[in-house]
Nanobody, 117 residues
Framework: QVQLVESGGGLVQAGGSLRLSCAAS????????AGWYRQAAGKQRDLVAT???????VYADAVRGRFTISRDNAKNTVYLQMNSLKPDDTAVYYC???????????WGQGTQVTVSS
């Protein structure tokens, strides 16, 4: 059974930082692309950042230069370091792992990030 357990969300003032973590179990984590997506109230779920099994990263324009995605395959965990947070970053953040060219695609339960002005 695949599980993705997210942690690290919360309330922070604008300009502050948070680090999200997502611990995976039930999969060979190292061969999966891992990523973070977010969904603000009333909006669609959007890509924030992904990191491939080889370590290649992709960032949304809105977060490039402020957020950093990383992974620790020994701990089966993907991280999202979020700096210089803005109120527009307020959303539910979801962890995702997927195996390229396969139907294997899994989501976490989401963690709320709220940035106050």
């Amino acid at each position: 059974q695949v599980q993705l357990v997210e942690s690290g969300g919360g309330l922070v003032q604008a300009g502050g930082s948070l680090r999200l973590s997502c611990a995976a179990s039930g999969i060979t984590f190292s061969i999966y692309t891992a990523g973070w997506y977010r969904q603000a109230a009333g909006k669609q779920r959007d890509l924030v950042a992904t990191i491939s099994s080889g370590g290649g990263t992709v960032y949304a324009d809105a977060v490039r230069g402020r957020f950093t995605i990383s992974r620790d395959n020994a701990k089966n965990t993907v991280y999202l370091q979020m700096n210089s947070l803005k109120p527009d970053d307020t959303a539910v953040y979801y962890c995702n792992v997927r195996r390229e060219r396969s139907p294997y695609n899994y989501w976490g339960q989401g963690t709320q990030v709220t940035v106050s002005s």
